[in-house]
């Protein structure tokens, strides 16, 4: 077995994407857990392979074998999302506990989605913000919005906006574009348009297709004349780009 240094092991993986993906894979094939589990994400994103859904779920699932706690949690992606397979809320809830309860941030927010939204298990709200809450705490900006939204709208504790913005101000600084959006709403009611539409800007360059339009119909409908027109052209302008 030929034994390669950190340095050489970054210049590897700093190639293209092609030699990037032929480097992971010759690991995986050798048996590392963590190549497994990137190899597995450069076949589901089409990252210098050809891309191949079922395959990644094939290489997840040898890495979460060996405990890698992400491999874990991106079965339960798979199973959750049908990526390589038939979707499956149960399987993929059943993934997200085992990545939660040992202590993975992702895996803490994609079970209590599925609790918040009683998707594979029954719906339990109060333990859903039990893991957000957690995930937030290690940081995870996705559950940080969460939390906001469970304080905006007064799901299992008081309703509390003061609190609500301040989960999203963190949310949106922490790169989560439903945050920066929450963020933007939150500070054009209190008349900080400019800056409002600054956030929406930085939504809209890092949002999915299916959020900008869904956004974008919200904003439409705004109370706020500045938002109605301007926001929704900051919104689409960003994703255009």
């Given at each position: 077995?030929?034994?390669?240094?950190?340095?050489?092991?970054?210049?590897?993986?700093?190639?293209?994407?092609?030699?990037?993906?032929a480097?992971?894979?010759?690991?995986?094939?050798?048996?590392?857990?963590?190549?497994?589990?990137?190899?597995?994400?450069?076949?589901?994103?089409?990252?210098?392979?050809?891309?191949?859904?079922?395959?990644?779920?094939?290489?997840?699932?040898?890495?979460?074998?060996?405990?890698?706690?992400?491999?874990?949690?991106?079965?339960?992606?798979?199973?959750?999302?049908?990526?390589?397979?038939?979707?499956?809320?149960?399987?993929?809830?059943?993934?997200?506990?085992?990545?939660?309860?040992?202590?993975?941030?992702?895996?803490?927010?994609?079970?209590?989605?599925?609790?918040?939204?009683?998707?594979?298990?029954?719906?339990?709200?109060?333990?859903?913000?039990?893991?957000?809450?957690?995930?937030?705490?290690?940081?995870?900006?996705?559950?940080?919005?969460?939390?906001?939204?469970?304080?905006?709208?007064?799901?299992?504790?008081?309703r509390?906006?003061?609190?609500?913005?301040?989960?999203y101000?963190?949310a949106?600084?922490?790169?989560?574009?439903?945050?920066?959006?929450?963020?933007?709403?939150?500070?054009?009611?209190?008349?900080?348009?400019?800056?409002?539409?600054?956030?929406?800007?930085?939504?809209?360059a890092?949002?999915?297709?299916?959020?900008?339009?869904?956004?974008?119909?919200?904003?439409?409908?705004?109370?706020?004349p500045?938002?109605?027109?301007?926001?929704?052209?900051?919104?689409?302008?960003?994703?255009?780009?």
């Amino acid at each position: 077995m030929i034994t390669l240094s950190e340095a050489e092991i970054a210049a590897r993986l700093a190639g293209s994407p092609e030699e990037r993906a032929a480097f992971l894979r010759d690991c995986a094939e050798g048996g590392v857990a963590e190549a497994q589990a990137l190899y597995g994400q450069v076949l589901l994103d089409g990252a210098g392979v050809a891309q191949d859904a079922p395959a990644a779920l094939s290489w997840f699932i040898k890495a979460a074998a060996q405990h890698h706690l992400m491999a874990i949690n991106m079965v339960g992606r798979c199973y959750d999302l049908g990526w390589g397979t038939a979707p499956d809320k149960q399987r993929a809830a059943a993934c997200y506990r085992i990545a939660a309860e040992r202590g993975l941030d992702w895996g803490m927010y994609n079970y209590a989605t599925l609790l918040a939204l009683g998707q594979g298990v029954a719906e339990d709200k109060p333990l859903a913000l039990e893991w957000f809450c957690k995930a937030a705490a290690l940081g995870n900006a996705k559950a940080i919005n969460f939390v906001g939204s469970f304080h905006e709208d007064g799901w299992v504790v008081p309703r509390d906006l003061a609190k609500a913005a301040t989960c999203y101000a963190r949310a949106a600084q922490g790169g989560d574009f439903r945050g920066a959006f929450n963020h933007a709403r939150m500070l054009a009611t209190k008349g900080a348009i400019e800056e409002a539409l600054s956030w929406l800007r930085r939504a809209g360059a890092t949002a999915t297709p299916a959020f900008v339009e869904k956004a974008a119909a919200w904003l439409a409908t705004s109370d706020i004349p500045a938002l109605r027109k301007r926001g929704v052209q900051a919104l689409r302008t960003a994703a255009a780009c």
